[in-house]
Structures are given as C-alpha cells and as structure tokens.
C-alpha cells in the first residue's frame, strides 16, 4: 500500500524543494540510461565538443566574408551576445555553485569532460540557444541545421551525466533572453 502523500501546496518551501530535486533526480537519471549505448556516447560527446563554441566560432568568423553586411551585422551581433553571456554564466556559475550530477547522484558517470565545476546553468545550451536566435533571425533557413544541433546539445548535456535539465531549461532562458534584448538594443 502506497503512503499518502500532502498535497504540494501543503508543502512548506525545504519540503517542496527537495520534492524537485528528487524529480529532476529521477529525469537524469532516465535520461542518463541512454549512455549505456556506446553509439549515443559518442555521437552526443561530438556534438558537446562541437558545442564548446568552435562552430558558432566558426560562423562569427565566417559571416562577414560569406554573407556581406547582413553576415557583418549578425556576426557583431553574435559577438556582442556571446560576451555578455560569458560574463552572466560566470557569474550564475559562481554564484549558485551546483555540483554536476555526476558528483552528486549515485548512478550517473561523468561521459565527457566538463569545462568547469558547476553544473548550473547550461553554458553550452545558453550559447547554443542565442546564437541560433541571432543566426536563425538573419538567415530563417539556416533554422533546419542550427535548431536541431541546439536540441541535441541540450539533450546531450543531460544524457552524457553532466546538467540536470534545470540546468539546461535556464540556460535557454538566459540565452532567449539576451539575443530577444541585443535586437532592442542594436
């Protein structure tokens, strides 16, 4: 027989906390089964790489040669985000400190190299999500390669045992939101 549980909104906030974490615990977990696949290891540990910055590197590069002002725009524009997010994930970083769940759940390895100590937020996702929205805003059909890559950073941060998704969902967030202000602000 199962215990009664209260209802969440009986829930004093430590209660309901440890609720969440105990969730995204359980979604990590499920998601992290995927790595008992070598393939998917090694498919998502190339697409993590790739999405430490060397592509979006790349098309900063790239587009003023490529695409003429509009690259040389988007390509400023890109920069300027990318900046400003390096300086927003650092300090986040810093500031929360949340191990990676490699560290702290029972059952999730590490499966690629991680770039710092903390997990929260996703910077990978973050840097993904804003210059996917800046590319995507200047060239609509570049969204049929840069979203899907994007989807699969996200997913592969989780899988290969080294965000929570909370981690990842913020990142966007941070990454949405920064791209959405420089096109007020540019």
Not at 68 to 87: E, H, K, N, W, Y
Not at 142 to 157: D, I, Y
Request: proline residues 6%; positive net charge.
């Amino acid at each position: 027989m199962r215990s009664k549980q209260p209802p969440p909104a009986s829930l004093s906030w430590p209660e309901r906390r440890l609720v969440w974490v105990e969730r995204e615990r359980l979604v990590v977990l499920w998601m992290h089964g995927a790595s008992t696949r070598s393939w998917v290891v090694s498919v998502l540990a190339a697409v993590s790489r790739i999405g430490d910055g060397w592509l979006w590197y790349g098309i900063v590069v790239c587009l003023p040669w490529a695409g003429g002002p509009v690259g040389t725009s988007a390509s400023i524009r890109m920069f300027g985000v990318g900046l400003v997010d390096i300086v927003i994930y650092k300090i986040v970083k810093r500031w929360i400190a949340r191990p990676r769940p490699f560290r702290t759940c029972a059952g999730i390895r590490e499966c690629a190299r991680s770039l710092d100590e903390f997990s929260f937020p996703s910077g990978h996702t973050l840097h993904s999500v804003a210059c996917s929205l800046i590319l995507t805003a200047y060239y609509p059909t570049f969204a049929l390669f840069v979203w899907p890559f994007t989807v699969l950073v996200a997913v592969s941060r989780v899988i290969l045992g080294l965000h929570y998704p909370s981690d990842v969902i913020v990142g966007a967030l941070i990454g949405a939101a920064t791209a959405a202000i420089s096109f007020n602000l540019l």
